[in-house]
Each structure stands twice: as structure tokens, then as C-alpha cells.
Nanobody, 116 residues
Framework: QVQLVESGGGLVQPGGSLRLSCTTS????????MAWYRQGPGKQRELVAR???????NYADAVKGRFTISRDNAKDTVYLQMNSLTPEDTAVYLC??????????WGQGTQVTVSS
């Protein structure tokens, strides 16, 4: 059984930083890409950042220059460093993994709240 577990969320003041982690466990085929999505209150789920196995990355325009995605292939772990957070970044952040067989896996999410 594949499991994705996110951690690192919490309450932070505007301008602050958080680092999210997503660890994977279980048996699945090689990972092709790992990503972070988010879903804010009353909003649709949106892609925040994505990184492929060869470390190619892409980011949502709203987070470019503030967020950095990275991965540890040996540990099948993905991170999201979030800097200069604003209230608009408040959301549940979900980890996503796509295997080389194009199977999607999702974590349960971690809440990030940016508020003074």
C-alpha cells in the first residue's frame, strides 16, 4: 500500500517561511514526478510546483521566486520551501506523486495558514 505523508504545515505570519515535506512509503513503480498542489477555501485545487526525476521543475506564476521544490530521490521525498508567505497562500497543501506507469498518488494534505 502506497502512502504519502505531508508535514511541516502550520500557522505563520505574513512574510514568514515554512518548509513542507512529503515522505513516501510502500511499493510502487519508479517515480516520474513529484508535486505540490494546494486548495484554498472555496477555491479549486491548483498545481503549486512540480519536479521530475531529472530535477526539471515548474512553478505556478503566483509562487515563482518565493517557493522552491526539491526532492531526494534516494528517499523518495519531496520538499517545498515557502518564503515570503502571504495570506493568499493559505490553503491545504497536498503532495502528489506520479509513477512511471502514470499512476497518481495523493497525500491527505497539510494546512498552511498565513495570518497576523
Amino acid at each position: 500500500q502506497v502512502q504519502l505523508v505531508e508535514s511541516g504545515g502550520g500557522l505563520v505570519q505574513p512574510g514568514g517561511s515554512l518548509r513542507l515535506s512529503c515522505t513516501t512509503s510502500g511499493s510502487f513503480f519508479s517515480i516520474y514526478a513529484m508535486a505540490w498542489y494546494r486548495q484554498g477555501p472555496g477555491k479549486q485545487r491548483e498545481l503549486v510546483a512540480r519536479i521530475t526525476r531529472d530535477s526539471s521543475t515548474n512553478y505556478a506564476d503566483a509562487v515563482k521566486g518565493r517557493f522552491t521544490i526539491s526532492r531526494d530521490n534516494a528517499k523518495d521525498t519531496v520538499y517545498l520551501q515557502m518564503n515570503s508567505l502571504t495570506p493568499e497562500d493559505t490553503a491545504v497543501y497536498l503532495c502528489n506523486v506520479v509513477s512511471t506507469r502514470a499512476t497518481n498518488y495523493w497525500g491527505q494534505g497539510t494546512q498552511v495558514t498565513v495570518s497576523s
